[in-house]
C-alpha cells in the first residue's frame, strides 16, 4: 500500500492512487483510503500529462466511492452511473470493474460484487492483471467464472475472394 501512496502521491497517477484506495479499504485503514480518494478527486494535471490517462474515469468513480462511503450504507452505491463511466471509459474492461467488485465486496454487496468481478475475469485486456486479481478473488469466494458471454455476431456472410463470382469464371 505505500508503494501505491508513494506512486500516486509522485506521479499523480490516477491508476495507482486508486489501487492504494482498494487496497487500504480491503485492510481498513480507511483514513489512508480516505485521504487517497481525496487526493484522486482534487489532483488537477495538465491534460497532456501522461500519467493524467484515466483520470477522467476515475475521478468520477473515486466521487461515487467517497458518496457511498459518506452515507454509511444508507446510500448504495450507484450502480447506474458506474456502469456509464464504465461504457464512455477507453481503457481495459477488467479495471474499472475490478475496482468496484472489490468495493462492493468491502461493503457486503456480495451479488453484485459477484457480477463487477466476474465481468472482470472474463475481460480480455491481457496486458492489465485486474482479471487475474479478480479470477483470485472470485475463488476465494467460491465463485466459479464461467465463460464469457459471445457478443452477437452478424449472420451476414463474407464474401470469399477464393469463390467464383456469380455469372464469370
Known amino acids: 500500500m505505500i508503494l501505491l501512496q508513494k506512486t500516486y502521491g509522485y506521479l499523480h497517477e490516477c491508476y495507482a492512487g486508486m489501487h492504494g484506495v482498494i487496497v487500504a479499504d480491503t485492510l481498513g485503514k480507511s483514513d489512508e483510503r480516505d485521504a487517497l480518494l481525496k487526493q ?74 459477484k457480477k463487477y468481478l466476474i465481468r472482470s475475469a472474463q475481460s480480455t485486456d491481457w496486458n492489465q492483471f485486474e482479471n487475474m486479481l479478480a479470477c483470485q478473488l472470485l475463488r476465494e469466494m467460491k465463485v466459479q467464472v464461467p465463460p464469457p458471454q459471445q457478443e452477437a455476431k452478424d449472420k451476414t456472410p463474407v464474401p470469399d475472394s477464393n469463390q467464383p463470382k456469380p455469372g464469370g469464371p
Not at 81 to 88: F, H, T, W
Open 40 to 113: 484522486v478527486i482534487e489532483t488537477k494535471v495538465p491534460e497532456n500529462f501522461v500519467e493524467s490517462r484515466g483520470i477522467e474515469v476515475y475521478t468520477p468513480l473515486a466521487v461515487l466511492f467517497r458518496e457511498a462511503l459518506a452515507a454509511k450504507g444508507a446510500k448504495p452505491l450507484d450502480l447506474a452511473k458506474v456502469d456509464a463511466i464504465q461504457s464512455k471509459s477507453g481503457l481495459p474492461g477488467s479495471v474499472l470493474r475490478y475496482f468496484v467488485g472489490v468495493f462492493l465486496k468491502n461493503r457486503g454487496d456480495l451479488e453484485n460484487a
